[in-house]
């Protein structure tokens, strides 16, 4: 799924264009066509269900067969679409908070929680020895 996205990890969801609420509504009226698998543009804007999320859900499980060249059971294919729906809800937020900041704040809010994290491990450390 992240290959589909072009990202390594939560944080590489800040560059990824995501779907736009014009295109989402287009796509529930009909007027417009669906997603594609290939770059993957889930729509993060909202943590509801969406018809846009639903058939990229749908054509993800149909790669996901044809990569494992079997037809999967029902059980297997609801356990996919559970995974990759709650994929999708936990990259809401890392989504949503790069859209909030610039790039200049990001990377100044990441130094300061690099900084942070380097503090307490160094308590750890010292406190051991």
Known sequence: M???MG???DKGISGVCCASEDE??????????GPDLCPMRPYLNSGRHT?????????FVESFEGEM????????KTTIEKLFLDRLSRLVRPWNESQSFSSEELD????K????????????DVSQL
Do not use: H, S, Y
Not at 51 to 59: G, R, Y
Not at 69 to 76: G, N, Y
């Open 108 to 111: 100044a809010k990441q130094l």
């Open 113 to 124: 929680l690099n900084q942070r994290a380097r503090i307490n491990t160094r308590r750890v």
């Open 2 to 4: 992240n290959c589909l």
């Open 24 to 33: 989402v509504q287009d796509f529930e009226e009909g007027t417009t066509t």
């Open 7 to 9: 990202i390594k990890n």
């Open 69 to 76: 060249d079997t037809e999967l059971p029902p059980d297997a």
């Open 51 to 59: 018809t846009w999320n639903d058939a990229l859900c749908e054509m």
